[in-house]
């Protein structure tokens, strides 16, 4: 459903009809081919077809499940984030819902204000938690002040999450990742383009990090054939464990990739426990192609179970790190 009070306000204040419940069109180009949405809007078990123009929401897209989000193509239909720089929130978010199941955005852009607000850790363009069966397909996230799309954890986990030929720019590379995944099972990020992300003091462009909490799952992640550019942090992407976790971090596909202009192609580190004394890990790096890095291709550091294929560059061995390459 879409939220009444809602729904009546943007009729009267946006152009936003509909075809046939729970089909509804949001007219993004109103006046000037842009249209300002003052209110929340609050989607669940709705289909929300863009129309070419510019959206700025000043105020966050809460969505629940059964939600499709498409525009009329990428670059045509623009949500912009019109929102002041004290807002904590994110522009798309599941937050206030217990859990998403059955979510698609398509064919959009997603703009956030980095340029004129600068940085901000926590506010992402799109964040689920506890969100199954996703599909992000065909959209740009550009401008984020955070990351462009974090996948935390509220109780609940993320699964079945799939991000394909899409685009991430994070214009002024003062955000932090395009990519967070704190908690997820069966992540697949595609086919996809990464440009100008990452300030210094960040990770990179995709960030695997469950946060210290036992109860985090990370495991089933494939990362390829994506392309990745003028990458700031350490790497163009990042697995970094910090504790130790009820479940194995397990099943890192890391493939056909396209790195240049970063500081590490590749970095993956424990820094929490003597990794070697466990066993079911497995990390599988191979033909990625890394260029014009600034300090290594490939850094690994406290992590066993690497598969047969992978390459590294130059290892650093300092923190006491080492190399356990185990043959599978």
């Not at 904590?88 to 206030?96: G, H, R």
């Not at 992402?124 to 462009?148: C, M, P, Q, T, Y």
């Not at 003062?174 to 704190?182: E, L, Q, V």
């Not at 960030?207 to 799952?217: L, W």
Request: proline residues 1%; aromatic residues 8%.
């Amino acid at each position: 459903m879409v939220r009444l009070f809602v729904f009546l306000i943007l009729i009267f204040n946006v152009g936003y009809s509909y075809a046939q419940t729970p089909d509804l069109i949001l007219n993004c180009s109103k006046e000037n081919n842009e249209a300002v949405i003052n209110d929340k809007l609050i989607l669940d078990d709705v289909k929300l077809h863009l129309t070419s123009g510019k959206c700025i929401f000043k105020q966050a897209i809460i969505i629940g499940s059964n939600v499709l989000i498409i525009g009329a193509g990428e670059g045509k239909s623009i949500i912009e984030d019109g929102r002041e720089s004290s807002n904590p929130d994110s522009l798309i978010t599941n937050q206030k819902f217990n859990e998403t199941n059955n979510l698609t955005i398509q064919d959009l852009s997603l703009q956030g204000n980095v340029a004129t607000l600068g940085f901000s850790e926590h506010v992402h363009l799109i964040e689920l938690f506890g969100a199954s069966n996703v599909d992000i397909n065909h959209v740009k996230l550009s401008g984020f002040r955070g990351d462009g799309i974090y996948l935390g954890f509220h109780g609940k986990h993320n699964k079945n999450i799939s991000i394909s030929s899409a685009a991430f720019d994070g214009i002024t590379k003062n955000n932090r990742n395009a990519i967070s995944i704190i908690d997820g099972d069966n992540i697949r990020i595609t086919k996809s383009q990464f440009d100008n992300t990452t300030r210094r003091d960040m990770p990179g462009a995709i960030d695997i990090e469950p946060n210290r909490n036992k109860e985090h799952v990370v495991k089933n992640i494939t990362i390829s054939h994506n392309v990745f550019s003028n990458i700031g942090g350490k790497a163009a992407i990042v697995v970094s464990i910090k504790s130790k976790l009820k479940s194995i971090l397990s099943n890192v596909f890391i493939y056909g990739n396209k790195i240049q202009n970063t500081n590490r192609g590749i970095f993956i580190r424990s820094q929490a426990f003597d990794i070697r004394a466990l066993t079911g890990w497995h990390y599988d790096i191979h033909d990625n192609s890394i260029m014009d890095y600034k300090i290594t291709k490939v850094y690994i550091c406290n992590i066993s179970g690497l598969s047969e294929g992978y390459a590294v560059g130059a290892f650093n061995s300092d923190n006491l790190c080492w190399l356990d390459f185990m043959r599978k």
